[in-house]
Structure formats: structure tokens, C-alpha cells
């Protein structure tokens, strides 16, 4: 894959479904079900209103006016008060009237005094040392004026944030060399994944880098990992790296992320098996073992090449770890790489502040195609709950519950990777069912569940086996099959959770092998025309095309409940699609938008944030973001969806759907430059200041067309003044500061 373009790209590992199980997709949801619109009402509804006068929204989703006291003046603000940005196919970051934005870091900018400025010619090296491609999850860590830790500061902080990929052709003068890869340009892109932390500070009112920052650092592929929580040392984790079990090297595809109450950063590790060479007879080498049911199921079948051949570059170190194959003759896998791939894909804590800190991957919250990690409301004695994701297509949501409950004094302590190890390495894990009836289960994935102990299809030697194949245990106990799970956030008055299903193209009334029926929680499957473009050549896309974002609402707002209501927040789709099959939230052109994938509910203003990474409504308009004031659960009605099959039968999918958006509730308010992706989002504690990542603008390219400008999508942001070369620059990926003109609240 050393020519990706775009329209490889689409079929990125997330857009490709490993999820062959045999659990039912809910023919049977294919009924009609009761109208909920009564279940919910009430407790959670009318509590709101009281709490959302505090952060300004309003709990019936109007537009509130709220006067806040601020410095002796009393200033009014209108959330959603800005006027929408329209959608756009400009080369450029649009914003509303009133607002500014401008770039704060980008690929390949210097993290140390010593490091020279970036060329971007594809000549530049040092990435370790430089800010890495496709910046993803971003998260805000305060400083105070001292340097140390200051959850109030809202002018000195780091910026924690994920590389999750690079856009390989453009690290290189003429593009990327084919297999076997020289081992200088599989330097560069290794050092170009992973994480930044960069110190950020306030100087004349504006947000800069600090270059020579001795916070600055980057964690990459190759920097020392522990293996923490009831995977370590387990027989599944031993490699010729870490004979016992208990380590690994680095982190790769990087996508969502958390912030913990302590003060950490979690990481979620995404795409991570197509970094991973399989030889092609790796399944007879490993006798059909049950490891081959292990690889199969996340996405590594034999004769799989490396996304970018790093283990073609030598065989030597760190090279040979890419290649996964049983290549040794040891019963426990000491003397290869064989075991490589179980020490990835899981939500990674890393702390900030602290370079000398041990950094962790907590197994116990299971391992998949990670996103974000978002906590419930915390309550002092109560467990913690974290809710994820995992994005592929078919694939499922899942939360993990702490045994130990909540103490206050934890969210202060000086040794906050310890802290981690007290909630993250101990707890539960739990699987989402969803009910035709807008009901749902959390359902334990534990050994002593029989369903699990018992499944046919793989044995499972015990807990450790049941969190590092959890996709595994999940097929077995029947969780739903969803339209890629992507980022989730959680209210901060109701305790609702919002998980964004970005799309789903194989999604299908009447699938075949490979696709997934309908249900009441992913009920669309339509054909949406489109104008040919480059980065998507197709004219017309079939199944969830647009997506629709989720929420769930616990029984009696207990984030530790096995039980749930549900509904179907919003529906993605283009304003002039079939209401009645596809528009189901009526949306306007001032608010349509396809792909939800970040979501991030403002702790400043409560507002709930939406990204998109989009391929589909690309015809029309670059990605974007929106800023939305959700009400809750129940206020919606019932829709059923009528679909006609082949032979003429109809079939009626009913569903939980929230109340219709109106322009006082969800509103457009940025669209990025050309055949980008809009995602992270990191506020200062005070809401004025916030930070956006623009990723991967340009990325189709083809290794013939790198040395021809012209040729570029997107020169995004050197055409906007940005670093090193003008109007004909190479696209970057970057983080870019908004601020409101008037000194106000980002989102007013
Ligand atoms: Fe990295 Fe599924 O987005
Ligand atoms: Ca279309
Ligand atoms: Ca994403
Ligand atoms: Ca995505």
C-alpha cells in the first residue's frame, strides 16, 4: 500500500467488517414495536431543568439566554447564538462571523530547541522530535504559572493528542519507496505515529507553542510500554520482547481519547492490526491453533502485508516486530513475534506532567478498535464507569465498570498513574444489547458466564483470553451488531451517553454474507447518489451512508446498571434526502452533515460537540463540525421506517427517535479545507479557547503526483500562511486555536 490514495483509503480497516459471528442481527425487530414515548418521561426530564440553567442550555432544547457575572460585568450570551456556516468545498477553514481561527501546530513543527524548523519537502527526519501526522484526540491538561499542574489555568497548559496515521507519500521528497521499504523512510513514518504532548502557552492574548518546553515530548510505536491489569504476564501476552508477558513497545493508530479526573491522558488504539505482517502459510505454522480464530476475528488473516511494509525494511530490530508470523520453535512464543498483535488494541493512560512516569495499557477495558474513553458522572463511593467503542463495521459498544469506588481525594493525587492502576486494571467489562423496545442490556463479559465458557467457535483459557479477545466473548453473548461505533461522550446534567455510529455501507434490508440486517438501533439502508470526485469515485453509496448518533440513558442514572433506555439522537443525512426514510431528524442546510465520528460534550458550556470524517457527501461539502444542545431521552416520537423487498413484501423498522433538530439546537459552525477530517477538541476551562485538529487535508495522493503540486488537493495550511510553502505547499495536518472576537465563550 505504497500508493494509497483516497479511494484505498475508503477501505480503510474501520470501513471493513471482521464481524462474521453468528449472532443475530434482530430479524426480529423487524416488527412493529409500542410507541416508548411514554417510558421515559418524567425524574431525568423535569431534574433537568433546574441543572441546565447552570452551564446556559436549555433543558428542552430552545435557545436560552443566560447572564453571566464575569469580571463585575454582567454579559449576556446566546448559545448557538453565532450564525451556521454554510457547507463548503473551499480550500480552507470556515468559521462563523465573529469568530477567528488560527494554526498552532503542525505536522512536523519542532518540539525541541534543537530541532530545525520544518521544510516540508519531504526531506525533513527527527520526527520523534517533531509533531507527528494526522493529529486525532486532543486533550487539554492545565498549568499554572509555576509549571505544575492547574486544572483552572486557562493560558498555559499541554496538549496531549494523537497521530493516528500518516498520509505517507507527502514524508517523502518523491513519495514512498515500494516493499522491501528503505529503512530511513520507515524511520520517519513509525516516528510519525503515536502521541504529542506540547506545552501551550498564552503570550499578548494569543496561543503558541513553547518549542523549548521540557514538557514537550512524543510517545511513537517504539517507546517502552507496560502491559497493566489482568492481561499481564498471561501466556497471551509473551513475545521474544517480553518473555514474561509484561511489556511491549508503543502505541500505533491512535484515535479518540479520555481524559481521566486524576489528570492522565487515555489513548485509544484503533487500526492497529494492518501495521502487522502475516506469512502466507502463518495458519497451517500455527497447526490451526485457536490464536489463527484470534487473528482472523481482528482483521489479520495469513498473508496479510504490513499497511506499510515496515517488516519488509530489514530483519533486524525494530523491523522484525511487524512481521507476526510463528516463526520459532517455542510452545510459548518467547522466541517470536507470534504473540505481538495481543499486545494491541487498548485504551493506553499516559501521564502528562510526568516524562518518568510508567505509561500503561489497561487490558482489563478490552481490546478492540478502540475510540474515545468517556467517563460516566462521577459520584464519591460509586464505581467509575467508562463507555467506548469499538469502530469497525458490525462491531460493538461496550463500558467498563471499576471495582474500586470513586474518592474525591484520588482526582488531586501526585501519583496519578497509580491512581490508574486503582480504577482502570480492576473491573468489569460490559457489552451492549439493544432491544426492539428501546430497552438494552450491559452484558458481562466474564468467564463464568456460560455462554462464554461454553462458546463453540473459541476456548477461552480464562479472563485475560476473555478482555484481549473480547470481540470474541461479545459474539458469544449476542451484542448488537452496530454502524461502526466511533467517539461517545456523556452528558454532564443527564448522565446520558451519546455514541456516534459514523456509517455503515453494509448495512442491508436483505444482506448476504459479509453484511448486516436491519434492527431497530442501525434501522437505515438507503442508496444516496453522488457526483463522482476524486477522493470518491463512486456515484452512489448504499446502506447507513450518513450515520446517526446513539444515546443511552442508564436505569435510575446508574452508570454501574445492567440495564438501559435508548433512542436514536440524530440521524446524518443531506437536508434534501427522503424524509421519511432517511431525513428522519429533518434536518436543515444549515445543519445536515454526514459521518458523526469525534463527539465531545464542552465542560464550559455543556454544549455537545460533532465532528465528521466523511467520505460520502464529500460532493458537497468538506467535513465539519457542529455544536448541537441536546435534550434526553423521550423527547422524540417513535418512527417507522417502510422498506419494500425484492419480492414485493414491505417490512416496517420502528424506532426510538430524539425530537426533530431546529435551528435553536443544532447548528454548523466550521467546515474544514479539502478531503480532510475534523477531529479532537480540547476547551480551556474557561470556554473561550478551543482547539481543533484539521486531519490528513490532501490525503489523496498518488506517489506519481508528489512532485507535482497541481496535482494536490488541498495545500492546506502553507496557502494559509502557515510554515513552509505558500500557495503550492504540501497539505498538513494540524491543531488550530478558534476565539470568539468579543472575548466570549466558544459556541455563543
Ligand atoms: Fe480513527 Fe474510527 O476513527
Ligand atoms: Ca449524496
Ligand atoms: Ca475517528
Ligand atoms: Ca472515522
Known sequence: MNDLTRQEHLADPDDIGNNNSGNPTFDSVLQARLSRRNVLRGGVASAMGAMFGSLGLSACGGTTAVATQQAGNVKSETLLGFTAVAKSLADSVVIPTGYTATVLYALGDPLTGATPAYRNDGTDTSFENRAGDHADGMEYFGLSAAGVRDDNSSDRALLAMNHEAITQQFLHANGATANPRPIGEADKEIAAHGVSIVEVKKANGAFATVQSSAFNRRITPLTPIEISGVARGNALMKTIHSPAGTATRGTINNCG????????????????????????????????????????????????????????????????????????????GTDDYRNE?????????????????????????????????????????????LYMGDDSQGEYIYKYVSTANWDAADASAANRIAVGDKYLDSGKLYVAKFNADGSGEWIELNIANAAIAAYPTYIFADQADVVVNARIAADAVGATKMDRPEWCGVHPVTGEIYYTLTNNLNRRLEPVAGQYGLDAANPRAYTDPRTATLSNPSTSNSGNVNGHIIRVAETAGNHAATTFRWDIYLFGAQSDADPARVNLSSLTGDQDFSSPDGLV?????????????????????????????????????????SYTKLDNSVVNVSTPVGKAATASTLKRFLVGPVDCEITGLAETPDGKTMFVNIQHPGETISKANVTDPTKYLSHWPASAGYGAGGATGRPRSATIVITKNDGGRIGS
Open 341 to 385: 498483535l495481543n499486545g494491541f488494541g487498548y485504551i493506553v493512560e499516559i501521564d502528562p506532567y510526568d516524562k518518568t512516569a510508567l505509561i500503561k495499557k489497561r487490558t482489563a477495558m478490552g481490546r478492540f478498535a478502540h475510540e474515545s474513553a468517556a467517563f460516566g458522572l462521577l459520584g464519591a463511593g460509586k464505581p467509575v464507569a
Open 257 to 332: 481519547t479520555g481524559r481521566t479526573p486524576w489528570g492522565t491522558l487515555l489513548t485509544g488504539e484503533e487500526n492497529w492490526a494492518g501495521y502487522f505482517a502475516r506469512g502466507a502459510a502463518d495458519d497451517l505454522a500455527r497447526a490451526n491453533d485457536k490464536s489463527v480464530t484470534s487473528l482472523k476475528r481482528y482483521g489479520r488473516n495469513q498473508g496479510a502485508a504490513g499497511r506499510h511494509g515496515w517488516e519488509t525494511a530489514a530483519n533486524t530490530e525494530p523491523y522484525l516486530r511487524f512481521n507476526i508470523s510463528k516463526l520459532g520453535a517455542s510452545l510459548d
Open 601 to 641: 460534550f464542552s465542560s464550559a458550556t455543556g454544549l455537545c460537540w460533532i465532528q465528521t470524517d466523511d467520505a460520502y457527501y464529500g460532493d458537497t461539502t468538506n467535513c465539519m463540525m457542529l455544536a448541537a444542545i441536546p435534550g434526553a431521552i423521550g423527547d422524540g416520537s417513535t418512527k417507522t421506517i
